[in-house]
């Protein structure tokens, strides 16, 4: 501590005012991720970051509490026994050096929380809500399109009792200071019956000339149209239609309603898409949002249940077999996991299931064995016509989906050989349609074994170049292979499935069995992968041995020479040995191509794009890269936008750069890669710290950090705090800066990774020297400098002699 408290230092000065209430039933907002980060001045995702690292340091602890004036509970956070040990200190630190800590406990406000008290003058009667548990992502969710999209209405779609109108009536109690109207659609609701409640709740509150033009029972809807966008103009009111699909008759006067209400906020609940809106209307105009409203999660699912004395192995069983459907789990009164089983079964029997047609029912047992939307082709076409039915949900334009709380049950009523069928006429459908990640699933679940061997080893890089690879993880766990021709391949398989997601313990441990007991191409591919992870934890000694070792077990064969000729001209890219390099690469292409291998072949030539920015050849570099995209799948394309975006960054296009990385980003989510996703987020961090965006730069950072110390991704976390050091820098808050340089250095303890090291030794020097401690800016240059050279890295070694230089004439 000095001169001013760190940020971790503020969280435990803030929080040392609370323990009075840490047994309390209910606490104040001030204890919860809001109300910490309004009182210490930070960013809500920073205050998440901060009380990440406090909890795993034993110095914070986290509990759900009801919190005053909110009606749902929150996570709020007290001061262990360590804690407050360290707290007492923050404490009398700031007593005795007269210091401002920082914290200010009136900027806490709980506007939001406070917004339930209506005006019931001016409101309708709402349904009333005995319980409302989880949700908030979908609340959260519906006031961010109605505060900041160009959307006026949103319809929360769902089956029975999914929970619609529960969510519908926990928005509009939220609504403070406005003027709600609910109703209750009926069937045999005529357009009177609608007109008559209109007139009433604008009567109350004041525009008697539209509630008398409503009442008279004679009117034309251009005039009210033209009435309604004329006394409705200012944004105080919220129209709530529950069931609006039972007004399909109505369909002209809701259209003309949701044109002429202003600047109104509209919300619908069905169960059917309402006729008075089309697709255009959601998917080019925007002008409409569509919640599909899922079961509860695992929590919410057994407060609820504990609301009714229903608690341990019964409630989590309860919560797995309903899918967290909220009408079930009210309604089902087993004692016993085996009674919850039946009552659920016979709940979703009478209710959904046993009035339907054979072929309905067929249609749903189809429908159950995909594990997400399917395109309407892949319906057998003796079914199709039973597509009608509303629980086969249209989820985007020609996609259907079985909704998540019946499939486990519709799924769970078919015998193993009704199952086979229908996964075996969905395998049969993706291999006419190429989706390999999905013909693997269904051929698995088909009981197709050979099948799926067979294609898992002969199709290992589609598979992973293709598709999803949290998804591809999950199906792989399913598949152990009898068969010894195949099993080494989908080891391997399996093994770069789980380096790609950031598991290199996992991947690590299959790697090193095969890498002794697997033949001359195995054993060198093995080797080969282990080289990767060593090159990403930056261990580029240990890499090039590896490399070097899968070389020379490669033999004769081209395919495995040019992966270990590829990670070795990675290795000596790294070191900055650029000339090797280039001529490891070249050779790694032209056995690529001898092998007919294109994948192989794409990959060493965006390695060579690396080596061109390496040499400072960035236009080439970025021109390069763009011929290689467009042989590349999706997995692969996120680090070529990657590189793209730091080829850009440094001949200074930095919007250029950002959109690549921002491209990144999304794939990443979109192939479920979360390291990758992770990396570039912490490459945008140094974008927007360019562009002077640092508030931005902060959040990319804890983005990061939220998935790279899930993950356990030490050199990442080490690179996110490093940034985040630099974007303090950058703000001269050079307390802060140094804070996050000395953790990103203790994020590499016990690691060997010289280059990384290094690189972190200099940047914090850099930020020392503007402090004006040229000694001690010069000591740790000094300390990247003997890291450089011990790998010999050359680039950074002349960098590193350059600013040392520069330091000398201060």
Request: aromatic share 8%; hydrophobic share 40%; proline share 2%.
């Amino acid at each position: 501590m000095a001169g001013e408290l760190t940020v971790s230092e503020r969280i435990l000065f803030h929080l040392s005012s609370y323990s009075k209430f840490e047994d309390k039933f209910e606490v104040p907002f001030d204890v919860t991720q809001d109300g910490i980060s309004q009182a210490c001045s930070i960013s809500r995702a920073h205050a998440a970051i901060e009380l990440k690292k406090l909890r795993a340091a034993g110095i914070v602890e986290e509990r759900l509490s009801h919190v005053r004036k909110g009606k749902a509970r929150r996570k709020s956070y007290f001061l262990t026994v360590q804690g407050k040990a360290k707290a007492a200190q923050v404490v009398q630190y700031v007593k005795d050096n007269g210091i401002v800590s920082g914290v200010d406990p009136a900027k806490v406000t709980t506007e939001f929380l406070r917004r339930g008290a209506r005006g019931t003058r001016r409101s309708s009667p709402l349904p009333a809500v005995r319980y409302f548990f989880g949700r908030e992502d979908e609340l959260h969710r519906i006031e961010e399109t109605f505060r900041s999209s160009p959307s006026k209405l949103v319809c929360v779609r769902g089956i029975r009792g999914i929970g619609k109108t529960t969510l519908a009536a926990r928005f509009a109690s939220l609504q403070g200071g406005q003027r709600v109207f609910w109703y209750s659609a009926k069937p045999w609701d005529g357009v009177r019956v609608l007109a008559d409640a209109l007139s009433a709740f604008f009567r109350e509150n004041g525009n008697r000339k539209l509630a008398s033009y409503l009442s008279s029972g004679k009117f034309d809807h251009d005039e009210l149209s033209f009435l309604m966008s004329e006394e409705i103009t200012e944004n105080g009111y919220t129209f709530v239609f529950d069931d609006a699909d039972s007004l399909e008759h109505l369909r002209d006067f809701m259209r003309m309603f949701r044109e002429s209400c202003g600047l109104s906020k509209i919300l619908v609940t069905c169960e059917s898409e309402p006729r008075f809106y089309d697709r255009s209307d959601v998917i080019a105009k925007g002008e409409v949002q569509e919640i599909e409203l899922g079961g509860l999660d695992r929590k919410a699912s057994l407060e609820l249940l504990r609301q009714r004395n229903i608690e341990g192995a019964v409630a989590e069983e309860l919560a797995s077999i309903t899918k967290g459907h909220p009408l079930s789990l009210e309604m089902v009164t087993a004692s016993t996991v085996k009674e919850a089983k039946y009552e659920v079964s016979r709940f979703l029997e009478e209710k959904f299931y046993s009035d339907l047609s054979e072929h309905e029912k067929a249609l749903l047992q189809f429908a159950s064995v995909f594990d997400r939307p399917f395109p309407a082709e892949a319906i057998p076409k003796e079914l199709r016509h039973a597509r009608k039915s509303s629980m086969l949900r249209e989820v985007v334009p020609g996609k259907f989906e079985i909704h998540a709380s019946l499939r486990d049950f519709v799924y769970s009523s078919m015998v193993n050989d009704e199952k086979s069928k229908w996964h075996s006429f969905a395998a049969d459908f993706f291999l006419r349609n190429g989706d390999v990640q999905e013909r693997l699933l269904h051929l698995i679940r088909a009981r197709r074994t050979l099948e799926a061997e067979m294609l898992a080893s002969r199709a290992s890089e589609e598979l992973i170049r293709s598709g999803n690879i949290q998804m591809l993880h999950s199906i792989l766990l399913e598949l152990n292979p009898a068969k010894e021709k195949y099993r080494a391949r989908i080891e391997l398989l399996k093994a770069k499935v789980e380096s790609l997601r950031g598991d290199h313990a996992s991947s690590w441990s299959i790697l090193e069995r095969l890498s002794v007991s697997g033949t001359g191409e195995t054993t060198s591919d093995a080797l080969v992968e282990m080289g990767k992870i060593k090159s990403r934890t930056g261990d580029l000694a240990s890499s090039k041995d590896l490399f070097d070792r899968a070389l020379a077990h490669a033999g004769d064969i081209p395919a495995a020479k040019a992966k270990a000729l590829r990670g070795l001209g990675m290795v000596e890219g790294k070191l900055g040995n650029y000339e090797k390099a280039q001529e490891l690469l070249e050779e790694s292409a032209k056995q690529a191509m001898v092998a007919m291998d294109s994948d192989s072949m794409l990959l060493a030539h965006m390695e060579l794009g690396n080596i061109l920015i390496g040499k400072g050849l960035y236009e080439e570099a970025i021109d390069h890269f763009s011929k290689c995209a467009g042989g590349f799948g999706p997995v692969q394309l996120t680090n070529v936008y990657v590189n793209m975006g730091i080829a850009s960054a440094y001949l200074g296009r930095d919007d250029e750069a950002r959109r690549h990385l921002e491209n990144a980003v999304k794939l990443a989510d979109e192939t479920g890669q979360p390291r990758s996703k992770a990396y570039a987020l912490s490459s945008l961090a140094e974008i927007l710290i360019k562009q002077g965006k640092v508030e931005s730069a902060r959040e990319s950072c804890y983005s990061a950090l939220n998935i790279l110390t899930d993950i356990g991704d030490r050199l990442g976390i080490s690179a996110a705090y490093a940034n985040l050091g630099l974007a303090e820098r950058l703000s001269g808050n050079f307390r802060s800066s140094e804070e996050y340089f000395v953790e990103s250095l203790a994020s590499l303890e016990g690691m060997k990774v010289p280059w990384s090291s290094g690189l972190r030794r200099l940047e914090y020097g850099l930020m020392v020297a503007e402090t004006g401690d040229v000694d001690r800016a010069r000591s740790l240059i000094e300390e990247s400098k003997q890291e450089f050279r011990s790998i010999g890295a050359g680039d950074m070694l002349a960098r590193a002699e350059k600013e040392l230089e520069r330091l000398g004439r201060l």
